[in-house]
C-alpha cells in the first residue's frame, strides 16, 4: 500500500518535472519568436528615400521623418516634422525626381503635375548667379520652402496635398516673383 503510494508520488513528481521543463522550453522559444519578429526597423530599414540624404517614403507611400512619422507640409519649414531639404549632386538625381530650373526671370519648367497623396521629390536648381527662395503660396503647404543657392541642387520629398487643383509656388526674393519666376504644381 505504501509502496503504491509511493510510486505515485514518484510518478506526480516526475510529471510535474516533464511539464515544468516543457514550459520551460516554450517559454525560451516564444522569447526568442518575439525577438525575431520585434525589430520594427526591419520595416522602417525598407523605407527608401529618393533623394540621398532626404526624407524616406514608407511602404504606404507616406513621406516620413527619421522617427517614422509622416512629414507634415502645414507646418513651419526646417521644423521637425517639417520635410528635409537637401542639397543633391545633379549625378545623384534619380529619374523619379522633379527637375525644375529656377534663374533668369523664370522656372524651367514652370509647371509640373502630380497625383493627389502620392509621394513627390523636387528639385530645384539655380541656373544664374542668384540665390533664389522656394515658397509655396498656399498656407497649406508652408514647409516646402527653402534658398537655393547660385548653382546649387536643393530639394525635398514630401506628399501632394489631397486636394486637386493648382498650387502656385514662386520665388520669395525680393523682385524675383514680379520678374517672372512664378510657376505652378498641378495636383490631380
Ligand atoms: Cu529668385
Redesign the pocket.
Known sequence: MSKNKLTIVIILVALLVIIAIVWWRWSIAQKSNIQSVAPINTSASADKAVLPGGNKINAENKVVTAEGAPVKSDVMPNSPEAPKAVVVEPKKLSEAVVKIE??NNKFSPASFTVKAGAPVSLAFS?VDK????ITFSDPSLAALAFGVGSGQIKAMSFNAPSAPGSYEFH???PG??A?G?IGTMIVE
Open positions: 529656377v534663374g539655380s542668384k540665390v533664389h527662395v520665388c520669395d526674393v524675383h516673383k520678374t519666376e
